[in-house]
Every structure is written in structure tokens, then in C-alpha cells.
């Protein structure tokens, strides 16, 4: 039986810093996005958004860390522009097709979200802006909750996909230190940023520096019976929770993966690691940086790109 580990964000959140009512103070545009983009356009759009991510999140828990991870694969690739998206057809998704895409999930929760939209506002809200406001709905009404985050929007789709560029520019699942450096770094993205924004690639084997304990549990999970001969393990014991577990457990050998034991070992990264693992506020500041970079990195605004009348296709 494969061993599979399953991707997730190990952080929900976005807050530069915050306003005495807990909401993310952040710049009302930038790069040609900017706050309610659709005030006028469609003033419903982000509360339609909203109710769709509640109701699926409380049908299953785990649809926050799978729309994060949505948003994470959509920007990674070439940035934000919903290609994640796109497919030959309804069950042929292009880049989902990568195997560093294995185990992409709730894509059935943005084609919902869209329809709903094309019936109040047609053509009006692209799936990119859908995706990233999705994934706030998904830190704000996580279990534990977090910050309402103020997402700008106004990007536009692209009308292409390419399981080579997924292949590409996707991290790999034994992804290294200086590998997590070099991909954050491009996107001017610092080593303490990137710490708290690192998130989980699917594996074939766990980290064999990970405890003997936690070695037990998983060979458990791995020799069980499941789905489609995988067996899927998280990274994170309060997976579904907003908090900053991941870091305390890695410390303690309790990591997934081999990167989770080196982040905690590199001298470049360890501090990070400790602190993160002590203060939730310094976690989710440093995390709000980064992740702000990247929900705006190459998205296309303007004339560029179209707005997609359906999710999964090309108009």
C-alpha cells in the first residue's frame, strides 16, 4: 500500500497587524486589486462567497485546509489566475492531473460558489478572486476561528492550464531547505516568511527522524485499510483547528515529512520554528506577510485575462 501524506496549509491567516476589533488593517489597493472590488458590480459577490464556504465547511471540517490548499496551488502556478481550475472537462482537470496536485479537493465548492454568482451577477466575478475569498472564509470560520480578513480583489482569469507547468514550478514532496528558500525567495518572500507559510507536499515515505511513537501511529494508519490503496496521515494533530500545532510537534519529532525535521534542525530556520512554536500572535504576523505576497503575486488585472463564465472551462 502507498503512504500518502496529506497536503495542507499549516497556517489560515492574513493580518499585517490588527485593529482594536481584530480586523486585518491592509492597504486598499495595490498592483490594480483593491477592497470590494465589486461594490457596484456585484455588491453581493463576497457574502454569496461566504455562505457557500460556511455551509460546506460544515458539511466537512476539512474543507478549510483543502480550500487553502486550493489557493496555495493556484498561486504557486504561475500565479493567481485560477488555472488550478481549468479542465478539458468536468472530470479532466489539467493541472490537477500533476501528481504534486495529488489530493486537490473542493473544487466542487468554487464551481458552487460560481454558479451561484453567474445567477445574481453573469460574468461579473472571476473564479480567481473566488478562490482567494474562499480561502479567507476558510480562516475566519475555522474551528478555533480566525482573523476577518480583508481581501483585495478585482483579478481576472487565465484561459489556459498546463499539467507541465504544475509539474514545474510546484515544489517537490522532499523539497530541502535551501529548495523552500530558493522558491519563496523568487517571490521576494524572506526565510522567516517563508517558515510560516510552509505547507506539506505530498510524500512517499514519512521523515525517518520523526519519534519512534509517532512512527508507531503511522505505520497504524498506513497499514489499515482505506481508499484506492492510499492511506493519508496529516501533518498537524489539530489539523482542522486555527493554531500554531505544527511547529510544537515538529520540535518534538513529531513532523511528517523529511523537511519538517530539517526546518527544525537548519540553523537558518530553526529560530523561526521555536518562535513560531511559542508566540501564535509573532506566527500569524510574519504568516500575514508573506501570504499577502502571494495572494496578489502575478495576478491578472485590467485588460489581462477574462472573467470565466464557468470554473472549470475556457469561455
Known sequence: MGFEAFPMFLAMALWASFSANGVADTAERVDGLELHFYRDSCPSAEVIVKQKA????????????????????????????ASVLLGDSSSLITETLSGKNFGIQKLDTIDEIKSSLESVCPQTVSCADIIQLAAREAIFLSRQGGPYIEVLTGRRDTLAASKERADEQLPEADISVDELIEIFGQKNISI???VALHSLAPAARADPAISPSHAFVLKIICSGPSVSDVAFATNDA???SFDNRYFIDTLNGRGLLK?????????????????FGISLEQFFERFSYGFSKLSNYKALVGDVGKIRRDSRFSN
Not at 478549510?64 to 502556478?77: C, I, K, T
Not at 523537511?259 to 518562535?275: C, E, M, N, Y
Open 54 to 81: 460556511r455551509t460546506s465547511m460544515v458539511g466537512d471540517p476539512s474543507t478549510a485546509a483543502a480550500l487553502l490548499r486550493l489557493a496555495f496551488h493556484d498561486y504557486q502556478v504561475d500565479g493567481c489566475d
Open 192 to 194: 522567516e516568511e517563508g
Open 238 to 240: 489539530t489539523a482542522i
Open 259 to 275: 523537511i519538517d525535521s530539517d526546518i527544525s534542525r537548519d540553523p537558518r530556520t530553526l529560530s523561526h520554528v521555536v518562535r
